[in-house]
């Protein structure tokens, strides 16, 4: 595990340029656990996440003369942003190589810091074997993510102030995905208090630090998709894997469905955004993925809020389908006047609210004479769906639902 003290001298770096981010009660999350439940919200950094952290403390750690060549970084977003506005504050040039994947919001973020950016690669991994090779050809130095001591003693400070606000934490759960972040919580925990139980949560899509940790050795993957961009790492790396080997008691997945609860979740019930990386520890909890009955006080790492708005707009949507505020209608009618009139009158009867609705009389799916309505309503629960159901079969329509 990493040194104590060099996680230390890395909060003495970056304290004044660093925030200290809040460490916030749940008491939704500990009703549904029966624990107390913490959230340290790095979602509210400078950067939107706790990457910065590691990012400033390894560039505070650079030779003037390297500071003068300059720094590149290969990053999905997050410590793309950390490594730019560190290099910004010490005046040096930032070069940041993304996969062409990137939401937008975090490439144009990244360059308001003043860094230069290349899109490059499908993945991270794409993306670091071109920026591993474009620093050694313009002599800049490379400031990787997650595999480099000084970037896990930054992102260590985090347990540090965790643990300065509530001391007697027993269990930890992080996200992970090249596995710097968990690397210096887990050596800060245990070197304090060796009982703490530490969580690692991988996204299903990107199976390889959960697979390697499970087999004792590295196991990549031979792609990644998932929708937590911040932890879609495709290999597994040495260093890491062996801190986390040492010191991680037990290590989750989580898919695709189970984050985007999460999130909504969040937001619904916090008024907090966060990205799928982001969320990945709180759909442990959420999905019941471990057992939290003998622990009091669990901290749980929000890693970041960077967030794709489309890709928040498509949560919110799917999320309103599956908790039955919204449900989709095909209905088939007799295209003649009225028909439209007569569906709407018994949606009214149902008290359901139309927000969007399409017309079609050209399908090749349909007799000659008739015309598909596809409706979206605004619906107030399971029961009223029920209702919208029972009211239509009645009135005798022939509809099938979407979603």
Avoid: W
């Avoid at 950390?82 to 994947?101: D, H, L, R, T, W």
């Avoid at 950016?117 to 071109?130: H, M, P, Q, S, T």
């Avoid at 879609?232 to 609860?261: G, K, S, Y």
């Avoid at 004479?369 to 399971?382: N, P, V």
Wanted: charged share 20%.
């Amino acid at each position: 595990m990493l040194e104590l003290n060099k996680i230390y001298k890395a909060k003495q770096q970056i304290s004044g340029f660093v925030n200290k981010t809040p460490f916030i009660y749940s008491s939704f999350l500990s009703d549904i656990c029966q624990s107390e439940i913490y959230l340290k919200n790095e979602n509210l950094q400078i950067t939107g996440a706790y990457k910065i952290r590691g990012a400033y403390n390894k560039i505070a750690n650079l030779s003037a003369e390297q500071k003068q060549h300059g720094v590149i970084a290969a990053s999905a977003g997050n410590h793309a942003q950390g490594v730019a506005i560190s290099a910004k504050k010490f005046g040096i040039k930032a070069v940041i190589v993304m996969p062409e994947s990137t939401p937008l919001l975090k490439v144009s973020a990244t360059k308001a810091l003043g860094a230069e950016v290349i899109l490059k690669g499908d993945n991270f991994d794409e993306a670091y074997v071109f920026a591993t090779s474009y620093a050694k050809e313009n002599n800049l130095s490379f400031i990787h993510p997650f595999e480099d001591e000084f970037v896990m003693a930054g992102q260590g400070t985090l347990m540090l102030e965790m643990l300065d606000e509530i001391s007697d934490l027993d269990m930890i759960i992080a996200p992970v995905g090249g596995g710097g972040l968990i690397s210096g919580i887990a050596s800060v925990a245990k070197q304090i208090n060796p009982n703490i139980k530490i969580i690692g949560v991988g996204a299903k899509g990107a199976p390889a630090m959960y697979e390697s940790f499970h087999a004792k050795k590295i196991k990549n993957a031979k792609s990644v998709r998932t929708i937590a961009d911040g932890i879609a790492v495709r290999d597994a790396n040495p260093i890491n894997f062996n801190i986390i080997l040492e010191c991680v008691d037990d290590f989750i997945q989580v898919d695709d469905e189970e984050i985007a609860n999460a999130v909504l979740f969040l937001l619904e019930k916090h008024k907090i955004i966060v990205e799928g990386a982001g969320a990945a520890s709180v759909a442990t909890l959420l999905h019941q993925k471990i057992n939290t009955q003998n622990h009091k006080k669990i901290g749980v790492v929000l890693s970041g809020g960077n967030i794709d708005a489309q890709m928040l707009n498509i949560i919110i949507e799917k999320g309103l389908f599956k908790s039955y505020r919204k449900m989709q209608i095909h209905v088939t009618l007799v295209d003649k006047p009225g028909a439209l009139l007569h569906l709407t009158d018994s949606l009214k009867i149902a008290n359901a609210n139309i927000v969007k609705i399409d017309y079609d009389r050209f399908s090749t799916k349909l007799d000659y004479g008739d015309a598909m309505i596809s409706i979206t309503l605004e619906t107030k629960g399971k029961e009223h769906q029920e209702e919208i159901r029972k009211i239509l079969t009645q009135k005798a329509f022939n509809f099938y639902e979407s979603f």
